[in-house]
Protein backbone atom coordinates (compact mmCIF):
# COMPACT_ATOMS: atom_id res chain seq x y z
CA UNK A 1 0.00 0.00 0.00
CA UNK A 2 1.47 3.58 -0.66
CA UNK A 3 2.26 5.35 1.75
CA UNK A 4 0.66 8.98 1.69
CA UNK A 5 2.18 12.22 2.98
CA UNK A 6 0.37 14.58 4.56
CA UNK A 7 0.49 17.86 1.82
CA UNK A 8 1.50 20.05 5.21
CA UNK A 9 4.65 18.16 5.26
CA UNK A 10 5.54 18.60 1.48
CA UNK A 11 4.61 22.55 1.38
CA UNK A 12 7.48 23.38 3.45
CA UNK A 13 9.68 21.53 0.88
CA UNK A 14 8.67 22.55 -1.87
CA UNK A 15 8.84 26.44 -0.33
CA UNK A 16 12.38 26.03 0.11
CA UNK A 17 12.81 24.61 -3.20
CA UNK A 18 11.05 27.51 -4.55
CA UNK A 19 12.89 29.71 -2.67
CA UNK A 20 16.66 27.88 -3.08
CA UNK A 21 15.94 28.35 -7.13
CA UNK A 22 15.23 31.91 -7.11
CA UNK A 23 18.07 32.68 -5.41
CA UNK A 24 20.24 31.25 -7.57
CA UNK A 25 18.31 32.26 -10.46
CA UNK A 26 18.75 36.02 -9.34
CA UNK A 27 22.81 35.71 -8.23
CA UNK A 28 22.85 34.73 -12.23
CA UNK A 29 21.11 37.29 -13.08
CA UNK A 30 22.88 39.84 -11.23
CA UNK A 31 26.78 38.35 -11.80
CA UNK A 32 28.75 40.14 -14.20
CA UNK A 33 30.25 38.33 -16.76
CA UNK A 34 34.81 38.14 -17.38
CA UNK A 35 37.38 36.70 -18.63
CA UNK A 36 37.68 33.22 -19.14
CA UNK A 37 33.72 32.60 -18.19
CA UNK A 38 32.09 30.12 -20.40
CA UNK A 39 28.89 30.67 -21.55
CA UNK A 40 26.21 29.02 -23.50
CA UNK A 41 24.19 31.47 -26.27
CA UNK A 42 20.84 30.69 -27.71
CA UNK A 43 18.56 32.35 -29.49
CA UNK A 44 14.47 31.41 -29.45
CA UNK A 45 13.55 29.32 -32.37
CA UNK A 46 16.86 29.67 -34.05
CA UNK A 47 18.68 26.37 -33.08
CA UNK A 48 21.31 27.06 -35.10
CA UNK A 49 22.78 30.08 -33.77
CA UNK A 50 23.34 28.22 -30.39
CA UNK A 51 26.79 29.03 -29.56
CA UNK A 52 28.99 27.74 -26.43
CA UNK A 53 31.88 30.61 -26.41
CA UNK A 54 34.45 31.64 -23.92
CA UNK A 55 34.44 35.66 -23.09
CA UNK A 56 37.87 36.41 -23.89
CA UNK A 57 40.50 38.50 -21.79
CA UNK A 58 39.26 41.85 -23.30
CA UNK A 59 35.73 40.68 -22.25
CA UNK A 60 34.34 39.90 -26.48
CA UNK A 61 32.75 37.05 -27.55
CA UNK A 62 32.60 36.32 -31.33
CA UNK A 63 29.08 35.13 -32.49
CA UNK A 64 27.93 34.25 -35.83
CA UNK A 65 26.64 37.04 -38.60
CA UNK A 66 27.38 39.80 -35.87
CA UNK A 67 30.73 39.47 -35.34
CA UNK A 68 32.84 40.37 -32.03
CA UNK A 69 30.36 41.64 -29.70
CA UNK A 70 31.61 42.80 -26.05
CA UNK A 71 29.79 41.85 -23.34
CA UNK A 72 32.72 41.84 -20.38
CA UNK A 73 31.82 43.04 -17.22
CA UNK A 74 27.79 43.10 -18.26
CA UNK A 75 25.07 41.41 -16.22
CA UNK A 76 24.02 38.43 -17.62
CA UNK A 77 20.34 39.67 -18.70
CA UNK A 78 22.31 43.08 -20.19
CA UNK A 79 24.78 40.62 -22.11
CA UNK A 80 21.91 39.00 -24.06
CA UNK A 81 20.16 42.00 -24.65
CA UNK A 82 23.36 43.31 -26.05
CA UNK A 83 23.55 40.56 -28.61
CA UNK A 84 19.68 41.20 -29.32
CA UNK A 85 20.43 44.51 -30.25
CA UNK A 86 23.36 43.94 -32.23
CA UNK A 87 21.55 40.97 -34.57
CA UNK A 88 18.09 43.31 -34.61
CA UNK A 89 20.79 46.80 -35.93
CA UNK A 90 21.62 44.15 -38.57
CA UNK A 91 18.37 42.80 -39.67
CA UNK A 92 19.47 39.40 -39.40
CA UNK A 93 16.30 38.20 -37.09
CA UNK A 94 13.20 40.32 -35.86
CA UNK A 95 12.95 40.62 -32.74
CA UNK A 96 15.44 38.19 -31.76
CA UNK A 97 15.03 36.91 -27.41
CA UNK A 98 18.32 36.01 -26.65
CA UNK A 99 19.41 34.22 -23.86
CA UNK A 100 22.61 33.54 -22.06
CA UNK A 101 23.65 30.91 -19.78
CA UNK A 102 26.75 30.27 -17.99
CA UNK A 103 28.67 27.25 -17.79
CA UNK A 104 32.01 27.53 -16.31
CA UNK A 105 32.31 31.33 -14.33
CA UNK A 106 35.90 31.72 -13.13
CA UNK A 107 35.48 34.07 -10.46
CA UNK A 108 37.39 37.58 -10.18
CA UNK A 109 39.78 37.73 -7.05
CA UNK A 110 40.05 40.06 -4.13
CA UNK A 111 43.76 40.18 -2.60
CA UNK A 112 43.57 40.62 1.39
CA UNK A 113 46.50 42.06 2.81
CA UNK A 114 48.30 42.99 5.97
CA UNK A 115 47.49 42.56 9.33
CA UNK A 116 44.63 39.71 8.99
CA UNK A 117 45.06 36.13 10.13
CA UNK A 118 44.85 34.64 6.68
CA UNK A 119 46.22 37.34 3.60
CA UNK A 120 45.96 36.32 0.49
CA UNK A 121 43.71 36.34 -2.69
CA UNK A 122 40.44 35.13 -2.55
CA UNK A 123 37.59 34.26 -5.00
CA UNK A 124 34.57 36.80 -5.59
CA UNK A 125 31.69 34.16 -5.55
CA UNK A 126 29.06 36.45 -5.07
CA UNK A 127 26.89 39.77 -5.86
CA UNK A 128 27.40 42.51 -4.10
CA UNK A 129 29.98 40.90 -1.22
CA UNK A 130 30.64 43.44 1.44
CA UNK A 131 33.77 44.64 3.02
CA UNK A 132 33.41 43.07 6.38
CA UNK A 133 32.65 40.00 4.13
CA UNK A 134 36.13 39.93 2.71
CA UNK A 135 38.03 40.61 5.87
CA UNK A 136 36.05 37.84 7.52
CA UNK A 137 37.06 34.91 5.03
CA UNK A 138 40.47 35.90 5.65
CA UNK A 139 39.81 35.11 9.18
CA UNK A 140 39.61 38.19 10.66
CA UNK A 141 41.68 41.46 11.16
CA UNK A 142 44.84 39.68 13.11
CA UNK A 143 45.05 41.26 16.74
CA UNK A 144 47.97 43.20 15.60
CA UNK A 145 45.89 44.82 12.99
CA UNK A 146 44.30 48.59 12.94
CA UNK A 147 40.70 48.87 13.01
CA UNK A 148 40.78 51.02 9.51
CA UNK A 149 40.85 48.50 6.24
CA UNK A 150 42.22 50.64 3.25
CA UNK A 151 40.22 49.51 0.14
CA UNK A 152 41.93 50.11 -3.35
CA UNK A 153 40.39 49.28 -6.89
CA UNK A 154 38.78 51.13 -9.76
CA UNK A 155 34.94 51.74 -10.28
CA UNK A 156 33.23 53.02 -13.61
CA UNK A 157 36.77 52.74 -15.24
CA UNK A 158 38.33 55.65 -11.94
CA UNK A 159 40.65 54.48 -9.70
CA UNK A 160 39.46 54.25 -6.10
CA UNK A 161 40.56 54.41 -2.97
CA UNK A 162 38.36 54.65 0.53
CA UNK A 163 39.28 53.95 4.14
CA UNK A 164 37.20 52.25 6.12
CA UNK A 165 36.70 51.93 10.08
CA UNK A 166 35.62 48.56 10.19
CA UNK A 167 35.03 48.59 14.03
CA UNK A 168 32.68 51.54 13.48
CA UNK A 169 30.80 49.27 11.10
CA UNK A 170 28.91 48.10 14.33
CA UNK A 171 30.06 49.81 17.33
CA UNK A 172 28.69 53.13 15.99
CA UNK A 173 25.84 51.37 13.11
CA UNK A 174 27.54 52.90 10.24
CA UNK A 175 27.16 50.08 7.96
CA UNK A 176 26.78 52.38 5.04
CA UNK A 177 30.02 52.51 5.29
CA UNK A 178 30.26 48.75 4.65
CA UNK A 179 31.28 49.10 1.21
CA UNK A 180 30.68 46.45 -1.66
CA UNK A 181 33.79 45.00 -2.80
CA UNK A 182 34.58 44.04 -6.98
CA UNK A 183 36.74 42.19 -8.24
CA UNK A 184 40.62 43.07 -8.71
CA UNK A 185 40.03 45.40 -5.44
CA UNK A 186 42.89 44.75 -2.96
CA UNK A 187 42.01 45.23 1.11
CA UNK A 188 44.66 45.95 3.12
CA UNK A 189 44.71 46.05 6.83
CA UNK A 190 47.25 48.28 8.04
CA UNK A 191 49.28 47.49 11.62
CA UNK A 192 47.42 48.98 14.96
CA UNK A 193 49.70 51.85 16.21
CA UNK A 194 51.55 51.33 19.07
CA UNK A 195 53.49 52.90 22.19
CA UNK A 196 56.32 52.34 24.75
CA UNK A 197 56.54 52.07 28.38
CA UNK A 198 59.58 51.39 30.19
CA UNK A 199 61.02 52.44 33.24
CA UNK A 200 59.81 51.39 36.62
CA UNK A 201 56.50 49.79 35.71
CA UNK A 202 55.84 46.09 36.25
CA UNK A 203 55.12 44.98 32.51
CA UNK A 204 57.59 47.26 30.53
CA UNK A 205 57.13 46.89 26.90
CA UNK A 206 55.33 47.91 23.91
CA UNK A 207 51.07 47.59 23.44
CA UNK A 208 48.58 48.98 20.68
CA UNK A 209 47.12 52.00 21.33
CA UNK A 210 42.99 51.40 21.90
CA UNK A 211 40.60 53.69 20.55
CA UNK A 212 40.77 57.23 22.96
CA UNK A 213 43.41 56.08 24.69
CA UNK A 214 44.92 57.78 27.55
CA UNK A 215 48.39 57.93 29.49
CA UNK A 216 46.58 56.87 32.55
CA UNK A 217 44.78 53.66 30.18
CA UNK A 218 48.68 53.21 29.17
CA UNK A 219 50.43 53.00 32.86
CA UNK A 220 47.13 50.34 33.79
CA UNK A 221 48.15 48.50 30.89
CA UNK A 222 52.07 48.24 31.73
CA UNK A 223 50.72 46.94 35.16
CA UNK A 224 51.25 49.98 37.29
CA UNK A 225 53.74 51.04 38.80
CA UNK A 226 56.50 49.27 40.87
CA UNK A 227 57.26 50.37 44.65
CA UNK A 228 59.86 52.50 43.33
CA UNK A 229 57.75 54.45 40.43
CA UNK A 230 55.99 57.34 40.87
CA UNK A 231 54.04 59.63 38.95
CA UNK A 232 55.98 62.60 39.16
CA UNK A 233 58.82 60.94 37.03
CA UNK A 234 56.46 60.35 34.31
CA UNK A 235 58.30 61.87 30.62
CA UNK A 236 56.69 61.26 27.44
CA UNK A 237 59.29 61.32 24.64
CA UNK A 238 56.62 62.71 21.36
CA UNK A 239 57.97 62.99 17.61
CA UNK A 240 56.31 65.87 16.61
CA UNK A 241 55.26 67.24 13.08
CA UNK A 242 59.05 68.80 12.34
CA UNK A 243 60.22 65.13 13.71
CA UNK A 244 62.21 66.95 16.55
CA UNK A 245 61.79 64.50 19.27
CA UNK A 246 60.14 66.11 22.18
CA UNK A 247 60.59 65.24 26.24
CA UNK A 248 57.28 66.21 27.60
CA UNK A 249 55.65 66.04 31.07
CA UNK A 250 52.05 64.40 30.44
CA UNK A 251 48.77 64.63 32.47
CA UNK A 252 47.72 61.20 33.07
CA UNK A 253 44.51 61.81 31.59
CA UNK A 254 45.85 63.63 27.59
CA UNK A 255 46.00 61.30 25.09
CA UNK A 256 48.34 58.89 23.66
CA UNK A 257 49.54 59.23 20.49
CA UNK A 258 50.89 56.45 17.67
CA UNK A 259 54.70 55.75 18.64
CA UNK A 260 54.01 57.64 22.05
CA UNK A 261 57.18 56.53 24.55
CA UNK A 262 57.07 56.77 28.53
CA UNK A 263 59.26 56.50 30.56
CA UNK A 264 58.82 55.91 34.82
CA UNK A 265 60.70 57.56 36.59
CA UNK A 266 62.01 56.20 40.16
CA UNK A 267 61.09 57.84 43.13
CA UNK A 268 63.58 59.78 45.22
CA UNK A 269 62.43 58.97 48.76
Known amino acids: MRKVIPYRRILPALLLALALGAGA????????????DMIRVSV??????????????????TYPMIGIVR?????????????????????????????????NIRYPQVSVL??????????LETFNTRLSEMIAT???IAPTGADVAIVTGE???????????????????????????????VIYVSRQPMYYIY????????????????????????GGLTPRGTERGLRLHR????????????????????DDVLHVGESLF
Not at 77 to 85: I, L
Not at 89 to 97: C, H, K, L, T, V
Not at 201 to 221: D, F, N
Request: aromatic fraction near 4%.
Open 25 to 36: QQRQSEYRLGAG
Open 44 to 61: FQNPDLTVETRVSENGTI
Open 71 to 103: IGGMTVSAAAEAVAKALAAGNFIRQPQVSILPL
Open 114 to 123: GQVNRPGRYP
Open 138 to 140: AGG
Open 155 to 185: RDGKAIRREVDVASLFLDNASQNDIAIAGGD
Open 199 to 222: GEVQKPGSYRIERSMTIRQALAQG
Open 239 to 258: RGADSQLRILTPRLDDPLQA
